[in-house]
């Protein structure tokens, strides 16, 4: 009787698994906010993706925890950064995942790896703080590398399921399309913030400056990954004074004592800026992060 | 002499190490990942420095009884400045099947494997398989190495079953992780069982040689989802020993034993992620228990009519710890730990073993994330047993801890 039942239960259970698994789309495991959503411009209704991180945490410092191992053991594509940004976790997550499929290409797309990145191959080593010899990684800020990125990324996503390969190909045309058009209008929007100068708190805006032509004229940290020390900040202090700058922008998982700070001091206008999907209320997608970048950096000249 | 193969072990490594760095930082690299740890502490107790044998010599079912036991390891702590360990691990990529890890510590002059082994990367369906020395998965704790504790010493419960370096050993480990809805992982493991305490061998002619394999241990991890901004960790733990041998021979009177061992333990490890940048706002609870009980037989002894008497013994030992994120790259801990709440062995009387507490606060300060500087102050009460008098009696002291930890060479990895 019981062996009866028992041989019920693994059919019914084995039929579940065998219906899910045929049924489901792809599951994709994105490391950053960004990425989420290009893959899901991308996927459309073909995927499903999560996320390890969200605006508010600074992703270099993220512990490879249980529930993040659990979504790459069930991943079928993990989609990261690269360039060293995850290197204290996602090695983690991906030995303990214990999942093939992922731990290498096809299944594992470095998005950082498609593109070239600022400052790669120079000499680093640690006392020159948080630096990444293989390039500065925040290469999705540069509107450009990105379309390059979800170009790559839709390449692979046919690879790794080439049933809906044209599905996958068809939605980044359109992204295309719609991405080279909002281009022409971001850079005409933002043309006024040509030659600007601004302070950073941290090197990952390079992509998103020398893309608008902005000058990045000081950091808040003195070497990357190094907070501001009091010395360092009013050396700032007397730099701006001589040549103040536009505004001093950070990203919302930034301490932002050294920044309101030196703003108080010298009057100039201090942004946090969205940096990525979710980072602000306005920015849902990759198109209202960028929309929502420009204007409150454009924003930044009412301060004054 | 030692110092000079000391250096130049962690020169050569350095070497290594920066050139594979100027080469190349990514797992592409052939090279295996390369880290040297230094961790060193200032020490002080308030019993002309006993305080840390007071600790080793803590009462308990697995202590040893009546003759001395060399020990080493961690433990050797002096008054005043101590190097504990410099540890050099290599690990990387076999081949497309496996994953390789070295680490060997350099301390007090001696060297030692602390884990070597390989493991499984391409297993389908969640399944990966260990081999080699490693720290057993049982628990929470024990799994981590001295440079990533919350604290700068083992924890009492640690200690008091399996001694300084917590449960260490050469075997294999199997572990199971289903796709489920949330995180499951279960695995056993088989160790040769070469331990001090729990499964510790006797060598001496009229007790048998052990054949290994002869401890193993089963334990269950699950993380149910509780959101993006916490995770939550529980556990269950089983270890078993068919062969634990004590010798509580007194010259020239020989006692040799010869059992059973079991343990069983529960851990739970909630973190509240940070919300602040470097640490600023996190939150650990993390607590374990363990509960032991020991069946052994007299197997040898002068007097021959205690030859095949029992002799049991009933022990736990739990800890609780917090550690707050006070400000970025600051954190305060604060642990209160118990050993022996239930301490008796049985052999024709019943001994009362006594309980030990300590409770202990910690300062960390974490400039980068490859060092750090740790205050600690703990006050112990430590239970011994008097084998004259018959009955347990109590240390106390207070212990204090300056210790530093850097690393070099390849990142190190941000384990729960």
New interface residues.
């Given amino acids: 009787m019981i062996n009866r039942i028992l041989l019920k239960l693994c059919f019914v259970c084995g039929l579940g698994v065998l219906s899910s698994s045929a049924l489901a789309d792809m599951q994709i495991f994105a490391c950053e906010p960004e990425l989420e959503a290009l893959a899901k411009e991308l996927g459309g209704d073909r995927v499903s993706v999560s996320v390890a991180t969200h605006a508010k945490q600074d992703v270099h410092y993220i512990q490879a925890r249980p529930s993040l191992i659990n979504k790459v053991r069930r991943a079928d594509m993990v989609v990261c950064t690269g360039a060293s940004l995850e290197i204290g976790w996602l090695p983690v997550l991906l030995k303990k995942g214990a999942n093939p499929k992922v731990q290498g290409e096809p299944g594992l797309f470095m998005a950082a790896e498609q593109v070239e990145l600022i400052g790669a191959g120079s000499v680093a080593d640690r006392s020159q703080g948080d630096v990444h010899p293989e390039g500065n990684p925040h290469a999705f800020q540069d509107p450009y590398r990105m379309l390059s990125i979800a170009q790559k990324l839709a390449d692979r996503l046919g690879v790794l399921d080439s049933d809906n390969k044209a599905y996958y190909l068809e939605r980044f045309s359109d992204f295309k399309g719609r991405w080279l058009k909002a281009i022409t209008n971001w850079e005409t929007k933002a043309a006024p913030l040509k030659g600007q100068a601004v302070v950073v708190h941290h090197k990952s805006w390079e992509y998103f400056f020398n893309w608008l032509g902005i000058d990045m004229v000081a950091s808040i940290e003195p070497l990357p990954g190094i907070p501001p020390t009091s010395s360092h900040l009013s050396q700032l202090v007397t730099q701006m004074e001589s040549k103040p700058a536009y505004a001093i922008v950070r990203a919302p998982f930034t301490n932002k004592k050294g920044s309101v700070w030196l703003a108080k001091r010298t009057g100039i206008c201090e942004v946090e800026l969205a940096y990525t999907v979710g980072g602000s209320q306005q920015t849902t997608d990759l198109f209202t992060l960028f929309d929502s970048m420009i204007d409150q950096l454009l924003g930044a000249e009412q301060c004054k | 002499m030692k110092n000079t193969v000391l250096s130049a072990a962690i020169t050569a490594a350095c070497l290594v190490s ?1 050139f594979t ?2 080469q ?4 592409t690299s052939f090279n295996p990942k390369i880290s040297v740890i230094l961790d060193g502490v200032y020490y002080s107790d308030n019993k002309g420095g006993d305080g840390i044998e007071h600790i080793e010599e803590m009462s308990g079912i697995l202590g040893s009884h009546g003759h001395d036991e060399e020990e080493h390891g961690h433990g050797e702590l002096k008054r005043g400045f101590n190097i504990r360990e410099a540890e050099l691990t290599m690990s990387g990529t076999v081949d497309p099947h496996l ?1 390789a890890w070295i680490t060997v510590a350099f301390s007090n002059g001696e060297t030692e494997i602390e884990e070597a082994y390989f493991e499984t ?4 369906s ?3 398989m260990k081999a080699g020395k490693f720290f057993s998965g049982i628990g929470y704790h024990n799994q981590q190495h001295l440079h990533s504790w919350a604290f700068s010493d083992q924890t009492l419960a640690h200690q008091t079953f399996f001694g300084d370096h917590g449960l260490v050993d050469s075997g294999l480990q199997v ?1 199971y ?1 289903p ?2 809805p ?4 279960v695995g056993v493991e088989v160790f040769q069982g070469e331990q001090d305490k729990f499964g510790a061998e006797v060598e001496h002619d009229e007790l048998k040689e052990g054949a290994g394999p002869r401890l193993s241990t089963a334990f269950l ?1 699950i ?1 149910p ?1 509780i959101g ?1 901004g916490s ?1 939550l ?1 529980l556990g269950l733990s089983l270890a078993r020993t068919g062969q634990h041998q004590e010798d509580h021979s007194e010259t020239p009177d020989v006692e040799l034993l010869e059992g059973d061992i079991l343990l069983w333990g529960l851990d739970v490890v909630y ?1 509240k ?8 706002g996190s939150f650990t609870l993390q607590a374990e228990y363990f509960n032991v009980s020991k069946e052994l037989t007299i197997e040898a002894a002068s007097d021959i009519d205690e030859v095949g008497e029992e002799v049991t013994g009933d022990q736990d030992a739990f800890y609780l710890q917090t550690v707050y994120g006070i400000a ?2 600051w954190s305060i801990g604060a642990r209160y730990e118990m050993a022996g709440m239930v301490n008796e062995l049985k052999e024709e009387s019943t001994d009362k073993l006594g309980d030990s507490r300590r409770v202990s606060l910690a300062a960390t300060w974490q400039p ?3 060092s750090k500087f740790r205050l600690q102050l703990s006050r112990a009460n430590i239970s011994e047993f008097d084998e004259d008098l018959g009955k347990a009696r109590s240390e106390s002291f207070n212990q204090i801890y300056l210790q530093y930890n850097v690393s070099l060479g390849a ?6």
Avoid: C, I, M, V
């Fill in positions: 920066s760095y100027a190349s930082n990514n797992d994953d990367r391409s297993l389908p969640g399944w990966k572990t992780l796709a489920t949330f995180y499951t992982l991890k993380a989802e993006t995770e960790q973190k992620l940070p919300t602040g940048s470097f640490g600023e970025p790259r980068t994330e490859y990142h190190g990895a941000h384990q729960f």
